[in-house]
C-alpha cells in the first residue's frame, strides 16, 4: 500500500510497503504568532516508524510537536541537527547528509539535497518513490532525482512574502518538469496564518494550492495534481 496524508503545512503522513513516515511535525493549535486551521488528529499518528525532519526552521522543527509523539520514535534529520533534540531527551536520533541513507522495513529513506539554509528534502522509496522536498527554491540537481511516483512540493508560506528559499506555485510547477513525477501534492499552505489577521475564506487559503495546479497544467501537464485538504488522504496505484 502507498498512501499519503495531509496533515497541513509540511507535515505529510506517508505510508508505503507497511512503513509510516511523518515529515515536519507542526501539530499545535497555536505556534507562536501563528494560528492553526483545523485539529491534527493525533490518533492518526500514532505507530510511527520514523519522524524526518527536513531543517531546523521552527515552523519545521518544533520540539513540543515531537513530544507529543513520543521521545523514543526514531528522528531523521540533517546532520549537525541532532543535538537540537537529544539535549530535549528524544532518544533515537539519526543524521544524515546528502546522500545518505537509512533502511526502515522495506523501504530506504535517502537525504537529498535543498536549497534552503542547511536543510534536506527526502526520498522515499520502495514499491513506489516519493519525494519529499522539505524548503526549498529551485535548482537544477532536482533532475537527478527523476523520476519519482510522487512529488510532494512546498507552494507558500505562512506570511504575506515568500523570502529566498522558498518555492511559490509557478516555481514549484517548474520543478516538476525536473522531478518528472507521476502524482504531485502541494504542501505547505493553508494550515498556519497570523493571529492578528481575519481568518481567511476557504478560498482564499486554497488559493496557492490552486494557482500550482493552474501552472502546473501548462508547464507540466502530465503530472496528475491532486490536492488534498488538511487530513485528506491520497493513494497511489
Known amino acids: 500500500m502507498a498512501r499519503v496524508t495531509y496533515v497541513g503545512h509540511a507535515t505529510v503522513l506517508v505510508e508505503l510497503d507497511g512503513v509510516r513516515l511523518l515529515t515536519d511535525p507542526v501539530l499545535r493549535r497555536r505556534v507562536l504568532h501563528l494560528r492553526r486551521r483545523g485539529v491534527a488528529s493525533m490518533d492518526a499518528l500514532r505507530g510511527l516508524d520514523a519522524i524526518l525532519v527536513s531543517h531546523a526552521h521552527w515552523d519545521h522543527l518544533d520540539v513540543p510537536s515531537l513530544t507529543r509523539l513520543g521521545r523514543d520514535v526514531r528522528i531523521v534529520l540533517p546532520r549537525g541537527a541532532g543535538r537540537l533534540v537529544r539535549r530535549r531527551f528524544f532518544r533515537n536520533v539519526v543524521e544524515l547528509d546528502v546522500g545518505e541513507s537509512i533502511e526502515l522495513g522495506d523501504v530506504t529513506v535517502t537525504a537529498a539535497p535543498a536549497e534552503h539554509d542547511a536543510g534536506r528534502g527526502y ?23 527523476a523520476p519519482l511516483d510522487l512529488a510532494l512540493l512546498p507552494v507558500a508560506g505562512w506570511g504575506p512574502r515568500l523570502p529566498p528559499g522558498h518555492l511559490d506555485p509557478q516555481r514549484a510547477a517548474e520543478a516538476l518538469r525536473l522531478l518528472r513525477p507521476q502524482s504531485a501534492v502541494p504542501i505547505h499552505w493553508g494550515t498556519y ?7 481567511a475564506a476557504p478560498g482564499v487559503e486554497r488559493a496557492p494550492a490552486d494557482q500550482f495546479a493552474r501552472f502546473a497544467a501548462e508547464l507540466a501537464p502530465d503530472v496528475d495534481v491532486r490536492i488534498l485538504d488538511l487530513g485528506e488522504s491520497l493513494d497511489l496505484p
Open 193 to 199: 496564518s497570523l493571529i492578528t489577521k481575519p481568518r
Open 123 to 145: 526520498v522515499v522509496e520502495g514499491t513506489k518513490r516519493i519525494y519529499f522536498a522539505g524548503d526549498t527554491d529551485l535548482f537544477p540537481a532536482m533532475a537527478e532525482l
